[in-house]
């Protein structure tokens, strides 16, 4: 499912018109970002938490030429973890 098709499936299944649904998974998407990039986790009970994770510095190896060894930088990752009741939908 891509954007398009996630906003045409929530104004239908809320009534709202395509163009507010646009706006308010914009909404969602906006709030979601600026709380992971001020270091919070955003947790919604029953569905998943968003949340950013420390990456160390590693090395790597180049796959077109194995000797080479490259150095990866540490990095944050936004990362989700499904909560039990999603999971539990998805398995059923």
């Given at each position: 499912?891509?954007?398009?098709?996630?906003?045409?499936?929530?104004?239908?299944?809320?009534?709202?018109?395509?163009?507010?649904?646009e706006?308010?998974?914009?909404?969602?998407?906006?709030?979601?970002?600026?709380?992971?990039v001020?270091g919070?986790k955003?947790?919604?009970?029953?569905?998943?938490?968003f949340?950013?994770?420390?990456?160390?510095?590693?090395?790597?190896?180049?796959?077109?030429?194995?000797?080479?060894?490259?150095?990866?930088?540490?990095?944050k990752?936004?990362?989700?973890?499904?909560?039990?009741?999603?999971?539990?939908?998805v398995?059923?």
């Amino acid at each position: 499912m891509n954007k398009a098709q996630l906003v045409a499936s929530m104004a239908e299944k809320s009534g709202l018109t395509k163009k507010d649904a646009e706006a308010a998974l914009n909404s969602f998407m906006k709030s979601v970002e600026e709380s992971l990039v001020g270091g919070e986790k955003v947790s919604l009970v029953g569905f998943g938490t968003f949340d950013v994770r420390e990456r160390k510095a590693r090395q790597g190896r180049n796959p077109r030429n194995p000797e080479q060894i490259i150095e990866i930088p540490a990095s944050k990752a936004p990362v989700f973890k499904a909560g039990k009741a999603l999971k539990d939908m998805v398995n059923a």
